[in-house]
């Protein structure tokens, strides 16, 4: 069984910075892509950033500049930076994951972490 465990959300104020933490847990054979999505009160869940295995990046264009992906592969572990924080920021953020196992690929998924924005 896998489990992405998220860590590091809470509340800051406009301009201020966070970090995201999520590990993967589990009997994993392989971590193909990572990435962070985030759901606003009211909207529905867009993705915000995702890196491959190999390290390749892509962001929502409102978050680029601000934020960065990154990913430490011995730990089975994907981090969000989050810098320039906006009230638009506002959100539960979710971790994603492809994951190997002895016997699927699947998606899993966080279990969300509350970022709040304000002043």
């Known amino acids: 069984q896998v489990q992405l465990v998220e860590s590091g959300g809470g509340l800051v104020q406009p301009g201020g910075s966070l970090r995201l933490s999520c590990a993967a847990k589990?009997?994993?054979?392989?971590?193909?892509?990572m990435g962070w999505y985030r759901q606003a009160p009211g909207k529905t869940r867009e993705l915000v950033t995702t890196?491959?295995?190999?390290?390749?990046?892509k962001y929502a264009d409102s978050v680029k500049g601000r934020f960065t992906i990154s990913r430490d592969n011995a730990k089975n572990t994907v981090y969000l930076q989050m810098n320039s924080l906006e009230p638009e920021d506002t959100a539960v953020y979710y971790c994603?994951?492809?994951?190997?196992?002895?016997?699927?690929?699947?998606?899993?998924w966080g279990q969300g972490t509350q970022v709040t924005v304000s002043s």
């Open positions: 890196i491959s295995s190999g390290g390749s990046t």
């Open positions: 994603n994951a492809a994951i190997s196992t002895t016997t699927s690929l699947r998606d899993y």
């Open positions: 589990g009997s994993i054979v392989s971590i193909h892509f």
